[in-house]
């Protein structure tokens, strides 16, 4: 049955939306599409919700082709299973808690590994049984500080999620290739142009991760490539680390006066003017070792909520990258060192730390401040660098990586720039912004050691089993197909996911008009196409046409003055095309 | 393509689940259909999922047939709206309510009359625009004291929500008459054999009300009907009152003593011993008029939360009904009266509580307590009653309505019973149980005009909006038809709803057996069937017969022994038969 504008729950707007950010988000609103109920959430009207049907739908089929099972799990949960997992706490202010009446806690679960993993330990409980992935389509929550950009990021939002049950390691990798493979198909379906980078796995756990991301200057998250092919999230990326150097023949360190220089261009300045070098060439920022203190806690655990310092040495060309730090101190909260840090660590002379010397250690688990003290990977044995002197206006130059000092360990935390190199030998990299539209994570046994689900294996041995976790952003993609299909006039779906195949416009006030759109309406219909049929009398052309380019079917039919004639307009929205076409050809060249 | 059981999310249970207390809720665990999370809180498993879609799309097929538009809305809601309404507070403890992290309020939507008006508010501005019904299929929560009965009463449930818009009383009627129809449809393609009983709005406010109710003595509600065809929800019965009588020639009032009455029993028994009848019967219960006090709480408004007492007069032989009380004080809660309020109230002689005299009133607004006093509709003037005298053990007969006492009005709160008269003159109702499976409401403008839904009207003047509101239970309805369809040895699907058209069973160690059944599979999936196929190697064949029966695929075909001899065993679960059937006349049989 064809879909009638003269009877449909639809408003466009001229204006932009005032709290709208991105062009999906004023799109998607004006052409009436969705509507926002709260921050970061959104109702979904008729057209939205046909178009969010039509991406579920081919995210479906897809999970039936990789042997997947459709459930349905509630958004209400209980704490326990959660507690058990310690995501309860780690989570943070992102967890929407609530209490029922009786005082007990829940949750509005943001992904659902616990319990999945309870669901499947009470069905299953042989090997026989595996392996077996199982997948919903379902709306999750997570309290984002800042929702903004739409559907890009909200508070209620639609994934599809996937867990894979293995007995073995070989089995979660088969179980991960065939969820990796679904994601491939459905986004080349999508005709979404994506990289697949190595990811870390974060707050999830687990050995391996990888996500599919969109390039697009819109995106939250920064990734690398290179040339020959290595790509990772930032926050995966590995500095290699440089052969040592021989320690013999380096100058000795040596300690010198250094007013004024509280940066770390003032103090290359300075060594420079009086300490020059005698190899030809000039300190650069690279020769000194910024030592960034951080403020660590650990968020579940024991130690949580305890606050201690850390110091990292890291070349003075680069900074401390929080979100790498996290990775870095996983399960910890990362924040740079307050005064009040400071203050408690008189030995810490801020402005000119350094780590002692091997007689004398400031920094490092053995030394007089007893605060731990890790390295970039790039400071190996027999480098040589410029850094604080641990007292106020001095510093020391020559100290010596492997001889003058050593740490307790390696943090890669610097900052990732173009031009560094790939870890796995494949060429420089480059810097790039994405958008998250899928992910799929080998999680192993956290969640299922933390959960108990073990089966029998073939010896008759009970044994835990290894799982993965596998997400899309239903209503993210939604978004990021608007962003990526649109004109200065409105969207541009494409075919796959158009809320209607083809959209007629019925233009003119005689009669004979309509009659010949209701005709070819039919004819179109009875096709097997879904019309759109913008019957609405006394709207102007003008206002029609607006809409017709505004909500974006990919074909647009016009049926105006020429109809008399036997001739229509046909649009093809993404080509940018209108062409005269003879109203028998018209089902010809929509289905075309 | 056909479903495997070897390769199915799928475990079926002996036992029955030890939380469960009705046949739907122990059936559809034990078959493998929802798995509990918490009370109230179920999980869907594939070929739970399965049913629920069919479900849906059997409403949405008549909503859409309805002329209703599909959308979707959160479940969670910021307050405002709710707080506009009056239902953040009138919802009471059966409201999910949470903070985000910014400490806004938020609640889980038991239903969204109000971001349904809000949303129409925004898009809809003139009658043009009306008449309008838009509808969503979305999982909502209640937060029930005592979840049970499985998806009979969940705390996360999926409804039907649909609502109408319209300018006009008339339109209202039409609107709400298109969605009763839609009802009256979707529940006989369910081959439901409900009853359309008259309800009271309750919460909802409004005007107009229906309730779809099964026939069943799990039911939770209670309806009265009459040959003559009246129906009503027992809330929503109201009592018709007498002709009023003659006061002339009545007995004067006579004040005796009563010692040890405390029940209306032992009152009756000693008022025949000292005060026998001249009319030739004796006093019965019904001649007594008993004084219930209640107190009253007002939920919102101006005296929320103040509680205050009331007096309800009702003949002898029946009892006040809490139920009934609350429709006729509606927006209060209602108990009945403490202790602690007869300690502040000592005008009132417990046990004894009577009317008084028309010289000096005890009860009503302008008596010596000043507590009001309401009247059972059956006590019209020229009724004359045996009632307590306000003084240890002294009860008064001959009291008259109308002649000794006077009351601040009428409250119809006294328990309904079998043979009681049907209010429109169609006879004597009978008391019966029935489960809740749909509700129509006219809302009329309550909703409108708390959020400004106005329209303008053919004459360009603003006018409010009248509205009504639909509901279908989904999931309780999916629980319903279990509870209809099943028999000792497990579930029996009506073909419109059923998982699976047909189920497969091979049976026997002989792989030719196996063939012949991929065969049959493949043919029957070929004819558009859905098919699922029980290809378990290792289990028995009396497990496999055991699951097919608890699993409740309306066909079953057995392929065994007879195999060889071109011959398959069909079973008709509903009728009970099971028939050897030749193999290539399986399709014929199953489809038929």
């Known amino acids: 049955m064809p879909t009638r504008l003269s009877n449909y729950f639809l408003k466009t707007l001229r204006e932009d939306p005032a709290d709208a950010e991105v062009a999906s988000h004023k799109l998607l ?64 202010e992102a967890l929407f808690r609530l209490q029922d009446r009786h005082g007990a806690d829940y949750l509005l679960a943001p992904t659902h590994e616990e319990v999945f993993t309870l669901m499947v330990k009470d069905i299953v409980s042989s090997y026989k049984d595996l392996p077996l992935t199982i997948y919903q389509i379902q709306d999750k929550y997570r309290d984002e500080a800042r929702p903004r950009a739409g559907l890009l990021r909200g508070r209620e939002f639609t994934m599809k999620d996937a867990y894979s049950f293995d007995v073995s390691d070989e089995g979660l990798e088969a179980s991960y290739q065939a969820q990796r493979d679904a994601y491939e198909r459905i986004f080349g379906r999508l005709g979404l142009d994506y990289e697949i980078v190595s990811a870390d796995a974060g707050a999830m756990g687990g050995s391996k991760s990888e996500e599919f991301l969109l390039p697009t200057p819109i995106g939250e998250d920064t990734f690398v490539r290179s040339a020959g092919g290595y790509s990772a999230n930032v926050e995966a990326y590995t500095t290699p680390a440089p052969e040592a150097l021989p320690l013999e023949g380096l100058p000795a360190a040596l300690v010198f006066d250094s ?104 920094l490092g688990a053995e030394s007089s401040t007893g605060i731990p003290f890790l390295l970039d990977p790039r400071v190996v044995p027999g480098t040589s660098w410029v850094t604080g002197a641990n007292e106020h206006e001095k510093h020391v130059a020559h100290l010596v990586a492997g001889r003058d000092f050593v740490a307790d360990g390696v943090a890669d935390i610097a900052t990732v720039r173009d031009g560094d190199p790939a870890p796995d030998g494949s060429g420089p990299v480059t810097i790039e912004r994405g958008m998250e539209i899928g992910h799929v994570f080998q999680l192993g046994r956290k969640y299922a050691e933390a959960l108990g689900l073990r089966v029998l294996d073939e010896q008759g041995k009970l044994v835990t089993v290894t799982m993965g976790s596998y997400g899309i952003g239903v209503t993210r993609i939604l978004a990021v197909l608007a962003e990526l299909h649109h004109d200065d006039r409105g969207l541009v779906w494409p075919r796959s996911i158009a809320p209607f195949d083809v959209h007629v416009v019925a233009t003119g006030k005689d009669p004979s008009i309509h009659e010949t759109a209701e005709a070819l309406v039919a004819e179109l219909d009875a096709a097997g196409l879904e019309v759109l049929f913008d019957d609405r009398p006394k709207v102007s052309p003008g206002v029609k046409f607006g809409d017709a380019e505004l909500l974006g079917v990919p074909r647009v039919v016009v049926v105006g003055r020429d109809a008399a004639d036997g001739f229509a307009e046909v649009w093809d929205r993404a080509a940018g095309t209108k062409e005269k076409v003879a109203l028998d050809a018209v089902l010809g060249e929509v289905r075309g």
Not at 74 to 87: D, T, V
């Open 29 to 92: 609103v004006r052409a009436g599409y969705i509507r926002r109920q709260a921050p970061g959430v959104f109702s979904w009207l008729p057209l939205g919700l046909r178009v969010k049907a039509r991406l579920e739908q081919i995210i479906r089929d897809e999970m039936t082709a990789a042997g997947a099972h459709e459930v349905h799990f509630p958004a209400l949960l209980p704490r326990e299973p959660y507690e058990a997992s310690g995501r309860w706490e780690e989570y943070g």
């Open 259 to 362: 007013p004024g220089t509280p940066t770390i261009e003032t103090l290359v300045a300075h060594t420079n003017a009086v300490l020059p070098r005698t190899d030809g060439r000039a300190w650069a920022a690279a020769d000194t070792l910024k030592n960034v203190v951080l403020a660590i806690t650990p968020i579940a655990g024991e130690q949580a909520g305890q606050r201690s310092l850390v110091v990292v040495g890291i070349p003075g060309d680069r900074d401390a990258d929080l979100k790498r730090a996290e990775v870095a101190f996983a399960g910890a909260e990362v924040e740079p060192a307050t005064p009040e840090d400071f203050a408690k660590h008189p030995g810490l002379t801020k402005g000119y730390i350094g780590p002692g010397t091997s007689d004398a250690p400031v």
